[in-house]
Nanobody, 124 residues
Framework: QVQLVESGGGLVQAGDSLRLSCAASGRTFSTYTMGWFRQAPGKERKFVAAISWSDGTTSYADSLKGRFTVSRDNAKNTVYLQMNSLKSEDTAVYYC?????????????????WGQGTQVTVSS
């Protein structure tokens, strides 16, 4: 049974940093792409970043480049999202997801497995 468990969310002030973690278990993810999405209240789920488990290739939403960094630790089967210089508009539930392969990884429909999400709230 595949499980993706996010952690690290919380309440922070504008300008602070947070690191989210996503612990993956239940199968071999070597051919998967791991993605981060976020969803604010009343809005659609949006792509944040993705990383290839096999070679570490990364992709980012254009608006987040330079502030957010996605990484992985193969030994721990964990993917991270480092978020710096947080803004109030970054407030959302952040989800970790796994997609087989690399096609369609910029949209939620391209993913096979999802975590339960972790809340990030940035106060201004």
């Amino acid at each position: 049974q595949v499980q993706l468990v996010e952690s690290g969310g919380g309440l922070v002030q504008a300008g602070d940093s947070l690191r989210l973690s996503c612990a993956a278990s239940g199968r071999t993810f070597s051919t998967y792409t791991m993605g981060w999405f976020r969803q604010a209240p009343g809005k659609e789920r949006k792509f944040v970043a993705a990383i290839s488990w096999s070679d570490g290739t990364t992709s980012y939403a254009d608006s987040l480049k330079g502030r957010f960094t996605v990484s992985r630790d193969n030994a721990k089967n964990t993917v991270y999202l480092q978020m710096n210089s947080l803004k109030s508009e970054d407030t959302a539930v952040y989800y970790c997801a796994a997609a087989w392969g690399r096609v369609g990884v910029f949209k939620p429909g391209g993913y096979d497995y999802w975590g339960q999400g972790t809340q990030v709230t940035v106060s201004s």
